[in-house]
């Protein structure tokens, strides 16, 4: 049994608390939950960020989370979806659960008639500037000449839509997916997203998608159960 959670809007420290004190109680018959909510503005730093990578924050807080990766910006009008999740339950490693993480917001794209593509060394999802419903690959290489190359992720013609950030601890998982719906984009425009100075955040507005908030949610809920095998979700109270 899963649990689907929408918190609505929430301030992103109480829910990432919330986050963290789950999994240190749960055992292992806790049903995992999907969470879904949008925050008011916030910055957050994953474990590793630099603060060098946030220019000008302005009125809008800083947090540190415990996540990983760098620094993402949460604000209205972006889904966010935390599975919390046994991995052991799952038998998925940590590799292979950040890909079916990204293959859940991959396969919400494909339902609103975009194409998602992962970059290599950058993960997340990201879409053609040019070209968001077309359906040639980045990158025509084999997996292995990739891997040979170990080059610097190329965000060129690019835009982010969706971010990744989770922590593991007792083999469990959190936090998880933010997903650009109908955004202003600028405070993006003031740290390096997830690192990368330069690269570009697109919501699915921009890309000329006008799709509601909330069917954006379910279908993002409905994806992550697939891809994580959460099977018979039903919708839990938040307390």
């Not at 799952?90 to 990204?102: D, I």
């Not at 069917?215 to 919708?235: C, I, K, M, Y």
Request: aromatic content about 6%; glycine content about 10%; some cysteine.
């Amino acid at each position: 049994m899963t649990l689907v959670r929408r918190l609505g809007r929430v301030d992103w420290a109480p829910v990432a608390e919330r986050m963290q004190a789950f999994t240190a109680q749960r055992d292992a018959d806790t049903p995992d939950e999907i969470w879904l909510c949008e925050h008011p503005p916030v910055y957050t730093l994953g474990i590793a960020a630099r603060a060098g990578h946030v220019h000008d924050a302005g009125a809008i807080p800083v947090l540190q989370s415990n996540r990983g990766g760098q620094v993402t910006y949460h604000g209205p009008g972006q889904v966010v979806a935390y599975p919390l999740v046994d991995l052991r339950r799952t038998g998925l490693h940590v590799k292979e659960y950040v890909h079916r993480l990204e293959q859940a917001a991959i396969r919400t794209l494909e339902a609103l008639g975009v194409t998602g593509h992962r970059v290599a060394g950058a993960p997340g999802v990201y879409v053609r500037l040019d070209d968001p419903y077309g359906h040639a690959p980045l990158d025509t290489r084999t997996p292995a000449a990739r891997h040979a190359e170990r080059a610097t992720p190329s965000f060129d013609g690019l835009g982010k839509i969706a971010a990744l950030g989770i922590k593991v601890s007792r083999h469990c998982a959190y936090h998880g997916v933010a997903f650009n719906v109908a955004m202003d984009l600028s405070p993006f425009e003031r740290i390096d997203p997830c690192g990368y100075a330069g690269l570009r955040a697109v919501d699915l507005s921009t890309i000329g998608v006008q799709v509601s908030f909330g069917e954006v949610a379910e279908l993002l809920a409905a994806r992550l159960a697939g891809a994580l095998g959460l099977s018979d979700t039903r919708s839990g109270a938040f307390t």
